[in-house]
């Protein structure tokens, strides 16, 4: 016999008529606002075709790829910096501040919140799901996809050491460069701002219905 399909993410969504994608984005920016008032959230509504923009960021991030050429509104104001020890470079830890705005946007997302919003616009997100042609059937094991993979980025507390790479740098430890693109941008932001999303990002998960046994780490 056939397995049953994994049920739905995120429960029931409100009851409210979803405008058409091409005209979502003024109830989208209603719906995020009553969410969460943080700067960096405000921030990414300004952007144009919200949901469109959201199932993209979430498939790159699924795939694997950064999503950063999707995110410009999101982008830190001040450049990556390098510090010299020994003759080695490391990352200057003081690159980290520049993405504790995002860490503490997501963090000011309430989980309930945002499993009833993901819910309420499933239909126009399928849809913008359905334009990528992913191979995935349904946009929940994308988005699945795309939070085991951030949950499964290491956390560095310790120096960070590069390699010249072209006109910028690689990680030195191997380990670290053959991760995926997004998980090595996700790394970029820094132990604390890491932790913070990490923790978020589990709590979202669990309360859209993903099972805890498909989530890595604690």
């Known amino acids: 016999s056939e397995k049953a399909p994994p049920p739905s993410l995120g429960?029931?969504?409100?009851?409210?008529?979803?405008?058409?994608?091409?005209?979502?984005?003024?109830?989208?920016?209603?719906?995020?606002?009553?969410?969460?008032?943080?700067?960096?959230?405000?921030?990414?509504?300004?952007?144009?075709?919200?949901?469109?923009n959201f199932t993209v960021v979430v498939a790159n991030m699924a795939d694997g790829a950064t999503p950063a050429k999707h995110l410009r509104?999101?982008?830190?104001?001040?450049?990556?910096?390098v510090v010299e020890r020994a003759g080695n470079p490391y990352v200057d830890p003081r690159s980290y501040d520049r993405y504790a705005?995002?860490?503490?946007a997501i963090a000011s997302v309430d989980p309930t919140g945002a499993a009833r919003l993901y819910a309420t616009l499933k239909p126009r997100i399928?849809?913008?799901?359905?334009?990528l042609g992913s191979s995935d059937r349904s946009f929940d094991r994308t988005l699945e996809r795309?939070?085991?993979?951030?949950?499964?980025?290491?956390?560095?507390?310790?120096?960070?050491?590069?390699?010249?790479?072209?006109?910028?740098?690689?990680?030195?430890?191997e380990r670290l460069e053959r991760l995926t693109?997004?998980?090595?941008?996700?790394?970029?932001?820094?132990?604390?701002?890491?932790?913070?999303?990490?923790?978020?990002?589990?709590?979202?998960?669990?309360?859209?219905?993903?099972?805890?046994?498909?989530?890595?780490?604690?």
């Open 126 to 131: 399928e849809e913008a799901h359905r334009e």
């Open 181 to 218: 693109g997004a998980q090595k941008q996700f790394l970029r932001m820094g132990p604390r701002n890491v932790r913070i999303m990490k923790a978020r990002l589990r709590e979202i998960a669990l309360t859209l219905g993903i099972p805890p046994i498909q989530l890595p780490g604690r």
């Open 11 to 52: 429960g029931k969504g409100e009851p409210i008529t979803i405008p058409p994608l091409d005209a979502s984005d003024a109830l989208v920016r209603t719906l995020i606002r009553a969410l969460s008032e943080n700067p960096a959230v405000t921030a990414w509504l300004t952007t144009n075709g919200l949901i469109r």
């Open 146 to 173: 795309a939070i085991v993979a951030l949950l499964d980025t290491p956390i560095l507390d310790g120096p960070v050491r590069l390699k010249p790479k072209g006109i910028g740098y690689a990680y030195a430890d």
């Open 101 to 104: 705005v995002i860490a503490d």
């Open 73 to 81: 509104a999101l982008r830190p104001s001040s450049a990556f910096r």
